[in-house]
């Protein structure tokens, strides 16, 4: 678990570059809490991104682990933005619905875009799960664009799972 930002000398920043830095480059999955993103408790709930790729994968493992460790529900999401892209979430999230039987599991396909979607559905969320990388075109790249994002502008911790 790393903090937002440190003392460096950009003190307006977001976040900071140690933060930016782990997410990136750990080998586990990095928890970032950014000031006044503790954590919400009027959902209970723990948010995951669901994306088909083997990182989006983790990312709802840790989630569920997470979700049924502290007794919260989970809602999973499947952001697309094309409406044939919208496959069977509810399959996906069946899998850890079995293994995990004490989660309340919700699952939504959003229309729309990935990063804008996790961060509005991190209003009140205990966490936010997202996997380092997706499908996106650059796989050489250690942190995708929505979990950049992710920590950034998340109102809740965000958890970059790889």
């Given at each position: 678990?790393?903090?937002h930002r440190g003392r460096g000398g950009f003190t307006g920043m977001l976040l900071g570059s140690v933060g930016v830095a782990l997410a990136a480059h750990a080998t586990c999955p990095t928890v970032v809490v950014r000031r006044g993103s503790e954590g919400g408790t009027a959902a209970g709930r723990v948010v995951v991104g669901v994306d088909g790729s083997h990182?989006?994968?983790?990312?709802?493992?840790?989630?569920?682990d997470h979700a049924s460790a502290?007794?919260?529900?989970?809602?999973?999401?499947?952001?697309?933005?094309?409406?044939a892209e919208n496959h069977s979430l509810a399959e996906v999230?069946?899998?850890?619905?079995?293994?995990y039987p004490d989660v309340n599991a919700?699952?939504?396909?959003?229309?729309?875009r990935a990063a804008e979607?996790?961060?509005?559905?991190?209003?009140?969320?205990?966490?936010?799960?997202v996997g380092s990388r997706?499908?996106?075109g650059?796989?050489?790249?250690?942190?995708?664009?929505?979990?950049?994002?992710?920590?950034?502008?998340?109102?809740?911790?965000?958890?970059?799972?790889?």
């Amino acid at each position: 678990m790393v903090g937002h930002r440190g003392r460096g000398g950009f003190t307006g920043m977001l976040l900071g570059s140690v933060g930016v830095a782990l997410a990136a480059h750990a080998t586990c999955p990095t928890v970032v809490v950014r000031r006044g993103s503790e954590g919400g408790t009027a959902a209970g709930r723990v948010v995951v991104g669901v994306d088909g790729s083997h990182e989006g994968e983790l990312a709802l493992e840790f989630a569920f682990d997470h979700a049924s460790a502290y007794g919260a529900g989970l809602t999973a999401l499947h952001v697309y933005d094309r409406p044939a892209e919208n496959h069977s979430l509810a399959e996906v999230v069946g899998r850890w619905t079995e293994k995990y039987p004490d989660v309340n599991a919700r699952y939504h396909g959003v229309l729309g875009r990935a990063a804008e979607a996790l961060v509005d559905h991190s209003q009140g969320a205990l966490l936010l799960a997202v996997g380092s990388r997706g499908r996106g075109g650059f796989t050489g790249m250690l942190l995708g664009s929505v979990s950049q994002a992710a920590i950034r502008h998340a109102t809740c911790p965000v958890a970059v799972v790889k």
